[in-house]
Every structure is written in structure tokens, then in C-alpha cells.
């Protein structure tokens, strides 16, 4: 019996292999703020399922670009549109509290509903301040997994190493570093927080260009803190599962990377085969 590698050299993913691609990103072709024209929703999903990938969890592309409210509620729409197959992490916005968190009142009972993005880039934030400390205090109350973009190189806004601040505040948050921060440097600071706190998981997209073998990758901090996302619309999913798939780690740590890490952090089962 063929490996998932070995499968898919085959040009065969294998059927009981779980994906789950846990961020995303979902628009109807808006031009982004880096010149990316926003592929539609149909579009975005076909590329997700022809890779393989089970279901996905994505924040709305207009609420990043500024429309927070608006945005949402079209996310929310489109998990009905694709039920069982699009989640939602709500975009929040800290200079929108109260509304974002009313707002957020109204959904997150739904089953659609599985966390929180944050982006101090695009809002004009800071990870090391205070920010989002009304936020974390919500989410910590009602175990709401955090998703945060983070890249080193943006040192005012999202470098990952400034999580510490805000991690001995809120040792017990849940929190996904988008992208491990982007660069090496960023990797290795985002590994030092998954290995401090043991509610810190890794998001693999971004450590692409941390030039580091996924191998020797998933050694330096607890296996079941990386996750698997592909940051599409902005990447081509391909190039992200590909890297997983085609790796030399066995078939049960690809497992846990491709969708059970991501499962165990929000506590439910998004995917069942």
C-alpha cells in the first residue's frame, strides 16, 4: 500500500486523508491593497477542491480592506452558500469594539463560526501595545481561537516576537500565528512563543520563506501546534499542500498537520471522512 507521497506522485490523494486549510481568505474579486485583484468566491474554492482540500476557514477580504461590518456579514453568507465546507473567522477591528463585538454576539453561536482574525497592519495597529486587550479578554471568556498576521519585517505592526507582551498577560489565549512571521528571524521568534505557551499554534504558510525544510521545520516546537493554511486567495494553494503532501514526514504527522492540529485547537470536528 502506497504513502500519501507516494500517492500523490501517483497523481492520487488519498481518500481518507482529512485537509483542512485553516486561513484563508474569501472576496468577490475586490483589488486588494497589494495590487491583487481578488479571485471570486466560485473561483477561489474550485482551485481549494481540486488540490484536495476538505473545507476551509477564511475572513472576509472586504472587512480587511475596511468595510468590517459589511464584510462579515457577506463571510457569513457565504458559509451558507457552501455549508460544510466554508467557516468563518470573524475580522475584528479594535477601533470598531463595541460594534465588532455585538456584531460577533449574533454569530458566533453559528456553526460557521470557528475564531477571530486580526490584522494590525491593515487597521493601523500594534501588536506589543493594548490594542487588542478587550478582545482577548472576549475571546479568552468564550475559548475563541485568535488568528493574527504576523511578519517580522512589519516591526510596528505585526512582528511576532511582540506577542510576548501580550502572551504574559494572557498566558491561557488561543492564538494562530499567521505566516510564523514571515522571514526566518520571525520563524524562530514564532517557535520560541509555540514552545513558551502551550496555547500558541503555527501557521506553516508564511514559513516558506523562512527557507527551512518542513522536516527539520516540525523539530523545533511540539508537533501538534503546526497547522496547515494556504493564505489564498493571496497564494496558490498548490505550492502550500504540495509541501506538506511531497514532505518526508510520515503519514501521521501529515495527518496532524493537515487537519486534526486545527481541530484540537478550536475543540470540534470540522471535517469528516
Given at each position: 500500500m502506497m504513502n500519501i507521497k507516494e500517492s500523490v506522485l501517483a497523481g492520487v490523494i488519498p481518500e481518507n486523508l482529512r485537509i483542512l486549510d485553516a486561513h484563508a481568505h474569501l472576496g468577490e474579486g475586490e483589488q486588494g491593497g497589494l495590487y491583487i485583484r481578488t479571485l471570486p468566491v466560485a473561483e477561489s474554492l474550485r482551485l481549494s477542491k481540486k488540490v484536495?482540500?476538505?473545507a476551509i476557514v477564511a475572513s472576509s477580504l472586504k472587512a480587511l480592506y475596511g468595510n468590517v461590518l459589511a464584510g462579515n456579514e457577506r463571510m457569513l453568507?457565504?458559509?451558507?452558500?457552501?455549508?460544510?465546507?466554508?467557516?468563518?473567522?470573524?475580522?475584528y477591528h479594535p477601533h470598531?469594539?463595541?460594534?465588532?463585538?455585538?456584531?460577533?454576539?449574533?454569530i458566533r453561536s453559528d456553526p460557521a463560526f470557528v475564531g477571530v482574525k486580526i490584522h494590525p497592519r491593515e487597521t493601523g495597529t500594534t501588536i506589543a501595545g493594548k490594542d487588542y486587550d478587550k478582545l482577548y479578554e472576549y475571546c479568552l471568556e468564550h475559548d475563541i481561537l485568535v488568528s493574527c498576521h504576523t511578519w517580522q519585517t512589519e516591526s510596528s505592526h505585526n512582528n511576532p516576537a511582540d506577542f510576548k507582551q501580550a502572551l504574559e498577560r494572557f498566558p491561557e489565549l488561543k492564538l494562530q500565528l499567521c505566516h510564523m512571521g514571515g522571514t526566518y528571524r520571525g520563524c524562530m521568534d514564532s517557535v520560541e512563543l509555540a514552545n513558551a505557551y502551550e496555547n500558541v499554534y503555527l501557521d506553516l504558510n508564511g514559513s516558506l520563506y523562512s527557507r527551512i525544510w518542513l522536516e527539520e521545520l516540525v523539530k523545533l516546537a511540539p508537533l501538534?501546534?503546526?497547522?496547515?493554511?494556504?493564505?489564498?486567495?493571496?497564494?496558490?494553494?498548490?505550492?502550500?499542500?504540495?509541501?506538506?503532501?511531497?514532505s518526508d514526514l510520515t503519514d501521521e504527522q501529515k495527518q496532524m498537520i493537515l487537519c486534526d492540529n486545527f481541530e484540537k485547537a478550536i475543540g470540534r470536528k470540522l471535517v469528516s471522512k
Open positions: 484536495g482540500v476538505d453568507e457565504f458559509t451558507r452558500q457552501f455549508p460544510g465546507y466554508v467557516y468563518m473567522q470573524y475580522f470598531y469594539h463595541d460594534q465588532c463585538i455585538a456584531q460577533m454576539e449574533g501538534d501546534r503546526f497547522i496547515f493554511s494556504t493564505d489564498q486567495t493571496f497564494n496558490d494553494p498548490r505550492i502550500l499542500i504540495g509541501r506538506v503532501l511531497l
